[in-house]
């Protein structure tokens, strides 16, 4: 992982949020060698976990015969991660905008919103059953004059 090298992986997963959840973490831990910022990690976190239990619970609705398929790319500017579920599929422009006053109450399209604040791209492609996260890596934070202590006088 720390060779430079972009790092590309893909596995199948079973319809299971458990593995999942263990998925998510393998990526997470991926970024932290990559030294990723906290706000990214959790950015990243949030919007993994929100498209895996999508592809999971509502593209293959829990069937234990139908696969999650999960391929990412890793380097040192940033990670695309791709998600395929063996569902239906849906189209996201029938999501209905969960900001808007009369969604206010209703659960749904909280996720999909979610994801696009924290990652900087994301894209449906094919019947919507699969769906590509990208973030780029966040430059750290400059430090202040305080903090290396120096001082202007």
């Not at 999942?20 to 959790?42: M, S, T, Y």
């Not at 579920?85 to 900001?99: C, K, L, M, N, Q």
Request: charged fraction near 30%.
């Amino acid at each position: 992982m720390t060779t430079g090298q972009p790092v590309k992986t893909e596995v199948k997963i079973p319809s299971d949020t458990v593995v999942g959840q263990a998925l998510q973490d393998q990526i997470l831990r991926q970024l932290e060698e990559l030294q990723f910022a906290e706000h990214d990690l959790f950015g990243v976190r949030l919007a993994l976990e929100e498209a895996l239990v999508n592809a999971i619970k509502h593209g293959n609705r829990l069937d234990p015969t139908k696969n999650v398929r999960v391929q990412w790319l890793i380097d040192h500017e940033r990670v695309v991660i791709e998600i395929e579920d063996e569902g239906e599929g849906f189209d996201p422009g029938d999501v209905p905008d969960p900001t808007a006053d009369e969604n206010l109450e209703r659960p749904c399209g909280r996720g999909i919103h979610l994801m696009r604040a924290f990652m900087t791209s994301i894209e449906y492609y094919d019947r919507g059953n699969r769906v590509v996260l990208i973030k780029a890596k966040t430059a750290p934070p400059e430090e202040s004059a305080e903090e290396t202590g120096s001082s202007e006088s």
